[in-house]
């Protein structure tokens, strides 16, 4: 009788662990299905143990880097007591495109929460007047009208993308745009190296008066940044282009030659990774 009971008692055990077992894993199962589909990443910044030099090409960062493979982008992440180092390398010709084209932007949450706290866009991408003439590496640029046509303006426009930043924040609604050399404390730059784009910052952590625009944190605490492109506008191309009939209403701008249908345009950039930034307590 009471190895009867005591069976009974072990499948029960047993039905319970296993049942339990199951809720655990799927569980677990939901939250991997969550953080991909939020694009949450867990990353650790590196202490900086080496020069690092914002000059668009990645020589010192090649021991530093996590690779994502979904968008053919690597990150590096270092940080010291008073400033955090950022190199992203971006080998998707797609992703490359829409930077230079639409303009890139790094948000920092130092609360580690979900809002776009402080902003920086770098490069500010081209005016939807420069998309519409087709002004990106490769393209062939379309031909406005004459009366429209200002040599002088299209001829600085790509070099402003390049030698201007705009901070976002951390006001609601407050942006400026400026000379890179007016960020105080805020280096940044963007250099096409071997079929790649090499994006490279140095930013404050903490502000004070010879650097006003900062991170808003301390060395070995956690934030949260978020790397992201807009969303592709495709520009209302009246008349397709340079005036010319667009085909059949197929051709016009990113259409296939012959009037074929167009191409799938590839989503914005979102990549979105709570941040552990290295602490000086560590290296001890």
Same mark, same amino acid.
């Given at each position: 009788?009471?190895?009867?009971i005591?069976?009974? %008692?072990l499948?029960v !055990?047993?039905?319970?662990?296993t049942? #339990?077992?199951?809720a ?25 143990? %080496?020069? $690092? ?7 010192e960062?090649?021991? !530093?880097l ?6 053919n ?5 270092l940080?010291?007591e008073?400033? *955090?180092?950022?190199?992203m ?10 930077? *230079? %084209? ?20 770098? &490069? ?5 007047e420069?998309?519409m003439?087709?002004?990106? /590496?490769?393209? $062939?640029? *379309?031909?406005? +009208? ?5 040599? /002088?303006r $299209?001829r600085q426009? &790509? ?9 976002i924040?951390?006001? +609601?609604d ?9 960020? =105080? ?23 004070? /008066?010879? =650097? ?8 070995g605490? !956690? ?10 506008k495709?520009?209302?191309?009246r008349?397709?282009?340079?005036? *010319? ?5 197929r051709?016009?701008m990113?259409?296939? #030659? ?5 191409p799938r345009m &590839? ?7 709570v941040?552990q ?8």
């Amino acid at each position: 009788m009471k190895t009867e009971i005591y069976r009974t %008692r072990l499948k029960v !055990s047993k039905r319970i662990l296993t049942s #339990r077992l199951l809720a655990w894993i799927f569980i677990l199962f939901l939250l991997t299905i969550f953080f991909i589909a939020c694009g949450q990443f867990q990353l650790s910044s590196i202490w900086r143990d %080496r020069e $690092v030099t914002i000059d668009g090409k990645h020589d010192e960062w090649l021991n !530093s880097l996590m690779y994502f493979e979904e968008d053919n982008i690597s990150l590096g992440l270092l940080n010291d007591e008073s400033f *955090m180092y950022i190199c992203m390398i971006v080998e998707n010709p797609m992703i490359r495109s829409q930077i *230079m %084209r639409q303009g890139f932007t790094l948000w920092f949450d130092p609360d580690g929460g979900k809002k776009r706290i402080f902003g920086i866009k770098f &490069p500010i991408g081209m005016s939807e007047e420069m998309q519409m003439r087709g002004m990106r /590496e490769g393209d $062939v640029p *379309m031909k406005p +009208k004459r009366e429209e046509q200002d040599p /002088e303006r $299209v001829r600085q426009a &790509p070099m402003r993308q390049m030698t201007e930043l705009e901070i976002i924040g951390p006001g +609601k609604d407050e942006s400026v745009r400026m000379p890179i050399e007016q960020a =105080k404390g805020i280096n940044v730059t963007i250099n096409s190296s071997s079929g790649s784009l090499v994006y490279e910052l140095k930013i404050p952590l903490s502000q004070d /008066e010879q =650097k006003p625009y900062a991170v808003g944190a301390k060395a070995g605490s !956690s934030i949260r940044i978020r790397l992201e492109t807009p969303k592709f506008k495709r520009p209302n191309m009246r008349g397709g282009m340079g005036g *010319m009939p667009g085909g059949g209403g197929r051709g016009g701008m990113g259409g296939m #030659r012959g009037g074929g249908m167009m191409p799938r345009m &590839p989503g914005p950039l979102k990549i979105k990774a709570v941040v552990q930034l290295a602490s000086p307590y560590e290296q001890e």
